[in-house]
C-alpha cells in the first residue's frame, strides 16, 4: 500500500455544497462568498475577511494596502515558500531575508531585529542595495502550522512602525499566548492582516483560494476593492437585483476574487476544520511516538505557548549519524510506498535571489544548516493508524539500514 504525502479531507459535504452552488446559477463572487468571508472571520475572531483566490493574492493585496513603494523594504524569512518574497517583487520594493529560529524554523525575532537596528544606524546589510527606502512591513511565517512568535514581531513593529503581516498559508487553526499568564490567541488576531492559503494542501482547501484578514476596516475595503480591478464597493453586485449596473475604477486593480463554487468548497471545510485539526495532531501524535527514540532524527515539537497547526510533520535528519543524504533517504522511503517533501530551499540560496542581491549560503547560516536535513512525512486528516504506522516503519528500517557505526 502506498502512503500519499497528502490527501484533502473533502466529502460528500462538498460535493453537495458545489452541486448546490452551481444549480443556483450563481458561480462567481457572490453570496456564498460573503457568506463565507463572515464565518472564516468568525472563526478566527477577526474583525474583517477578504476571500481572494491564493494566499499569494491575500499577501499582495495586504503590501498594496499598506501602501509598499518602489524600492522600499520588507523583512521576510529566508525560509519560506517563494509567494512571500515574490509579492515584494511585484512592487520593485526589497525583500530583506532574515534567519530561521533553529527549533520552530519560524522567523527569528532576534536576527531580525538585529537587522533592523544594523539599517537603522545606517549599516550595511546583507542583500540590501546601498541606495533604498525605509523598511515598511515584517512578514513571518509561521513554518508548518506552527505560529511565531507573534509578541515579539509585535514589539518590533511598533518600534520601527512596520506593517505586522503574517504569512498563515500552513495554519488553520492555531494559537498562541505570550506565557503561561496570558490568554490564547487565534492566528488571524495577532498581526495588522493575516493571510491563509486554501490550496490543495492546506488546513482547509478550495482548491486554490486564500483570504485577507484585519481588524482595519480600511485596509479590508481597499483589499476587496484592488480583489476585483479596482471596482468602487459592492461592484460585485452589480448583475443582482439588488446591485446598481453603474460602478467606478478608483484604481487599477487584479482580478483575484474568489469564486462562488469555490467558497461553497470552503463553507463545507470550515465546518470540519476542528474535526481536521484533532486528527492532524493525532497523525503527529502517533509520529512523535513512534519515532521519538531514534536519535538520527529531530522531530518537530509543538512549543510552550503555541497550539500547533500541524499542516506539515518536518524531521530534520541528523546526518552526522547517517550513511545517507536527504535525497537517498527520500528515495528509500519512496522505494517502501511512503511519498515525501521538503520545505524549502531557502530563497537566499535560490538562484533569482542569489544573483540578484549577491547573498551566499552562510548568509544565514541556521537555514542553511537545516536545508539538507528537512523532510516533511505525510500528514493529513484521513490518515489512518495504519499508515501512520507505515510511515514511522518506513523510517526506522531506512535509519536502521544507513546508521552510521561508532
Ligand atoms: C508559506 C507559504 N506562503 C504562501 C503560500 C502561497 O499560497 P497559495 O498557493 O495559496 O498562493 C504557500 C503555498 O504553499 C506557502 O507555503
Known sequence: MAVPFFTPGVGEAEIDAVVECLRSGWLTTGPKTREFEALFAQYVGAQHAVAVNSCTAALHLALEAIGLQRGELVLVPTLTFAATAEVVRYFDAIPVFADADPKSLCLDPAHAEAILRSLRAGESVNGVPAAHGPVRAIIPVHYGGQMADAGAFRRLATEYSLAFIEDAAHTLPAQYRE?????????????????????????????????????????????????????????????????????????????????????????????????????RRSVAERLRAALGDLEELTLPEELPNRKHSWHLFA????????????????????????????????????????????????????????????????????????????????????????????
Not at 530563497?347 to 536535513?373: C, I, K, N, T
Open 315 to 406: 524531521v530534520q535528519l541528523v546526518l552526522e549519524k547517517l550513511t545517507i543524504d536527504r535525497s537517498g533517504f527520500i528515495d528509500a522511503l519512496k522505494s517502501a510506498g511512503v511519498a515525501s517533501s521538503v520545505h524549502w530551499l531557502p530563497l537566499h540560496m535560490q538562484p533569482y535571489y542569489r544573483e540578484s542581491f549577491g547573498y551566499v549560503p552562510d548568509h544565514f547560516p541556521v537555514a542553511a544548516a537545516a536545508w539538507p536535513r528537512l523532510l516533511s512525512l505525510p500528514i493529513f486528516p484521513t490518515m489512518t493508524e495504519e499508515q501512520v504506522d507505515q510511515v514511522a516503519t518506513a523510517v526506522r528500517n531506512v535509519v536502521t539500514r544507513h546508521r552510521r557505526r561508532g
Open 179 to 279: 506565557s503561561e499568564a496570558a490568554p490564547w490567541q487565534s492566528v488571524g488576531t495577532t498581526a495588522d492582516i493575516t493571510c491563509f492559503s486554501f490550496y490543495a494542501n492546506k488546513c482547509i482547501t478550495t482548491g486554490e483560494g486564500g483570504m485577507a484578514v484585519t481588524a482595519r476596516e480600511d485596509w479590508a475595503d481597499r483589499m476587496r476593492i484592488m480583489s476585483l480591478h479596482g471596482m468602487s464597493r459592492d461592484a460585485w453586485k452589480r448583475f443582482t437585483a439588488t446591485g446598481s449596473w453603474y460602478y467606478e475604477i478608483v484604481a487599477p486593480g487584479f482580478k483575484y476574487n474568489l469564486t462562488d463554487i469555490a467558497s461553497a468548497i470552503g463553507i463545507a471545510q470550515l465546518a470540519r476544520a476542528d474535526a481536521m485539526w484533532e486528527a
